[in-house]
């Protein structure tokens, strides 16, 4: 399987400052608020301190004009990184912010001569995984009833979709 990524970022009228940081404590309840918007099964603040205080780990934040928009978090095995968490803040989706986080995460594998990415996302996140395979993710496999699910007072099961995609490794029309 190969793909190219494809990036763009759309033009904003609101955007005067943008910039890619490393995610670090200060940015963790900008973040937490992003995730508690975004998920019914937001990661614990110890989740992200853990996180970045994993040598493993690559961890970023997006900001614009000073607040963080989104952040992804990846681990790093020899070949293979796995992006475990990626979020941008709702009033700024579908703005090509999660498209440039990916490809910035892309250029720092490729440093590293890392040449895949894996990903497990709930079967139910049509929107998340409409957005991998626009990037050119591919389903790789299923874990069958791998996520609890809770629906009307009910706990259910949910399937996880792993994903993956290989990171040419030639930078092509990447664009940040
Ligand atoms: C998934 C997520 C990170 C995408 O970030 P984003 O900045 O909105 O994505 P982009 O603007 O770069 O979108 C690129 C493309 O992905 C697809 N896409 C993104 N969001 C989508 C949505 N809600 N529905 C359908 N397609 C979507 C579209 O094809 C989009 O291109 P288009 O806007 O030209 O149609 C963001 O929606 C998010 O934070 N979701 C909640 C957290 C989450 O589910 N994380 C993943 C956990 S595995």
Sequence with gaps: MSSAITIKTKPTTRRTSISFNKLNSVEIPSVLSIEEHNSDYPWSQHQFTTSIENSNNL???????GKTIGYLIAMLAKDTADILNIGIDPDFQREGYGTALLNH???ELRKRHI???????RAGNKSAIQFYKKQGFEEKSIRKNYYIKNSNNQTKREDGIIMSIRIPLKESKDVL
């Design 59 to 65: 961890c970023y934040c997006w900001s614009v004009n």
């Design 105 to 107: 995460l892309i250029k």
């Design 115 to 121: 040449g895949e990415i894996l990903l497990e996302v």
